[in-house]
């Protein structure tokens, strides 16, 4: 599965849910509880105006980093092999420029197709679809309102919050 090779994180996806007061984000924690068997630290609540709530957004520090050395590696072997059958076609469809500098052109394909698959493990590293679920809970939390974050390890779990939550009448943003 590509999501085991290039992430080192044990749960893709993150929901989130604001709440006007504590009862209800307690309640949504009850019923999320009930819906699926969430482990310990898969379910986290941020309090209005509270400081340090990254840690509840991000829980797996560690498989960040292992996130970023796989994706770097597996994205850039990816875009080194690309490069050498870019080359490979190129060269065999009888290309002059290729045939006349074949060490240099194949220099060239390769280290920027390599270049290529690094950046977008980067891009990969970098989870831009996790802004929209922080960008959501800071908003909240300057607002003065309770969020409910779930960090589903599965479909099955991700399915489950995503009912339990609308059952909640919950204003929800979740990650690709």
Excluded: C
């Excluded at 019923?31 to 105006?49: I, K």
């Excluded at 399915?159 to 059952?167: E, R």
């Amino acid at each position: 599965m590509i999501g085991q090779a290039l992430f080192g994180e044990r749960a893709l996806s993150k929901i989130s849910a604001a709440f006007d007061t504590q009862q209800e984000a307690e309640s949504a924690l009850k019923s999320l509880q009930a819906a699926a068997d969430f482990g310990s630290g898969q379910l986290q609540m941020v309090a209005p105006f509270e400081k340090d709530y990254g840690r509840k957004l991000e829980p797996e520090s560690q498989g960040v980093a292992r996130t970023g050395v796989k994706s770097h590696l597996v994205l850039g072997i990816a875009g080194f092999v690309l490069g050498v059958l870019v080359w490979v076609v190129l060269y065999a469809t009888g290309m002059a420029i290729i045939r006349s500098s074949m060490v240099g052109s194949a220099v060239a394909i390769i280290f920027l197709m390599t270049v290529a698959g690094l950046l977008l493990g980067g891009l990969v590293m970098a989870r831009p679809d996790h802004q929209m679920v922080i960008q959501q809970v800071r908003a909240a939390t300057e607002a003065g309102k309770w969020s409910v974050v779930v960090h589903p390890l599965s479909p099955a779990q991700h399915d489950a919050a995503t009912a339990a939550l609308k059952l909640q009448h919950a204003e929800t943003t979740e990650t690709l």
